[in-house]
């Protein structure tokens, strides 16, 4: 059976809070704020907050059209 790799990865449907930071151009910081604030929607797995990609999404569309 032959199978066929891409280069093209799937982006992560769940991200770190540092990841999630990063591609919102926010600290790290600030991230756990909006987070304690529940204006970013995170959940806990295993011991680590993570953020799925899609609040990300959101959150960047909302700041986009402001």
């Known amino acids: ?3 066929q790799r891409t ?3 799937e ?3 769940l991200l770190s809070v540092s990841d999630a930071a990063r591609l919102l ?5 600030s991230a756990w704020r909006l987070i304690a604030r529940q204006e970013l929607r ?3 797995l295993g011991g680590r907050r993570m953020v799925p ?3 990300v999404d959101r959150l960047a569309n909302v700041v986009e059209r402001s």
């Open 53 to 55: 990609r899609t609040e």
């Open 42 to 44: 995170s959940i806990r």
């Open 25 to 29: 151009g926010i600290g790290e910081r």
């Open 7 to 9: 280069n093209e990865r």
């Open 11 to 13: 982006p992560a449907k």
């Open 1 to 3: 059976m032959v199978t």
